[in-house]
């Protein structure tokens, strides 16, 4: 009997999605017959606008889409992400510099995967979107935590950037929108970051693809364009799925100097080859169309927004900052562990999430998936009647706990 390991030991220490573990769990109570209220999924409720359907339609129709195509994306698709990245942030990119990838999660791989040594360090601010340590993991590199809170509003400052910094410290992963805070960083906050990155030679990875999901008179600020002096140590990843409502399309984009484009596009060229040609039309369509779905679904996240946030902080021992952007709040329930609840004291925000989905059947994502125990997540993209109720019933058992 062999004594080797089944699974190699990069592939056992990656851990599964937590978000996506939440969202398929709660599904599976529903398809049983219970009603759960999901807040897992970071997924509009919307469906993919019609012109953009009605684009793959035609695309399937047409021969030369039922070919292999180049490997790092469509040129008509990449000129098109060029054009719409100099439209929505001002920043200039010649279509070779783009990379079409298999969702963003693609883009985040292959990011970390191009950049990243061994042993070499990337800065990542808590709370952190589950799949980028992972990457990391997966890529050789090692994370080091900059972990902010909600007496910031989940902002971290350059010294905190700069205590965390180390001589092996080579890229920082800067997210603004955030999953899973909705933290929206300043103009003057990015400016000082990039400055800060420039200044000490590091590589900024930024993911931008909830830029076009901000509220209340809040901008998005690429840092890219904020700072010129960051130059070709920048890489942009963005996609279609939450702007258009495409999470199913997986179509995403890695955008970089002609270099790390080229490698990665080598890496995509034995890992997957060339994204569905079907999606990418679809996504051409998308980022060549004018704004105004994404318009309606922004104006509808924002009352949902306010809705949610008041509700919230209305239950005893939750605090809830407003986010700024994504659709996402992140509140402490800190002062919620370990009080009695149902005859249980749970310890942790997992242990309490956990007994929410059983009590109330509501689906949240505890604060662990992201780097910082004591919170949760709560996507509010999802019908205006079932996050009413859903936090209303939250709010019902909650108010049981002492």
């Not at 949902?304 to 329930?333: D, H, W």
Request: proline content about 5%; hydrophobic content about 45%; glycine content about 8%.
């Amino acid at each position: 009997m062999s004594t080797r390991p089944r699974i190699s030991t990069r592939i056992s220490a990656i851990s599964e999605s937590a978000t996506l573990a939440v969202d398929a769990k709660a599904k599976a109570m529903k398809a049983a017959g219970r009603p759960v209220i999901g807040f897992g999924a970071g997924e509009p409720d919307f469906p993919t606008p019609d012109y953009i359907v009605e684009a793959a339609v035609a695309a399937a129709h047409e021969p030369r889409f039922h070919k292999y195509t180049p490997a790092g994306g469509l040129p008509e698709l990449k000129k098109a992400i060029a054009a719409k990245t100099l439209r929505d942030s001002g920043y200039q990119v010649d279509a070779s510099q783009v990379l079409v990838t298999n969702g963003g999660k693609q883009a985040v791989y292959q990011a970390f995967a191009t950049l990243l040594d061994p042993g070499d360090e990337v800065l990542v601010i808590a709370p952190y979107w589950t799949t980028y340590p992972e990457a990391i993991k997966l890529a050789g590199g090692v994370q080091v935590d900059v972990v902010t809170d909600e007496t910031t509003g989940y902002l971290a400052s350059v010294e905190q950037l700069e205590a965390a910094r180390t001589e092996r410290t080579k890229v920082l992963l800067f997210v603004s929108p955030s999953n899973p805070t909705g933290a929206v960083y300043s103009r003057e906050q990015t400016e000082a970051i990039g400055r800060w990155a420039a200044a000490n030679d590091l590589w900024v990875v930024t993911d931008e693809i909830y830029e076009h999901l901000v509220y209340g008179g809040t901008e998005f600020t690429s840092i890219a364009t904020a700072v010129p002096e960051l130059g070709d140590r920048v890489v942009i990843l963005n996609g279609v799925a939450k702007t258009y409502a495409m999470t199913g399309w997986r179509v995403g984009w890695l955008i970089g100097p002609s270099d790390v484009v080229k490698a990665a596009t080598n890496l995509q060229s034995h890992a997957t080859s060339n994204v569905s040609n079907v999606a990418q039309m679809a996504a051409l369509a998308a980022v060549s169309g004018d704004l105004s779905a994404v318009a309606e679904m922004r104006e509808a996240f924002d009352r949902r927004r306010q809705t949610m946030v008041r509700m919230l902080n209305e239950i005893p021992g939750v605090l809830c900052p407003e986010p700024k952007g994504a659709f996402y709040v992140y509140p402490s329930v800190k002062e919620l562990i370990g009080k009695e609840l149902r005859g249980r004291r749970p310890q942790s925000s997992a242990e309490l999430a956990e007994l929410i989905l059983e009590e109330a059947e509501v689906a949240v994502v505890p604060g662990e998936a992201f780097g910082t125990p004591g919170y949760f997540r709560l996507s509010y993209a999802l019908g205006d009647d079932d996050l009413a109720e859903g936090v209303s019933r939250l709010a019902k058992l909650l108010a049981e706990a002492h």
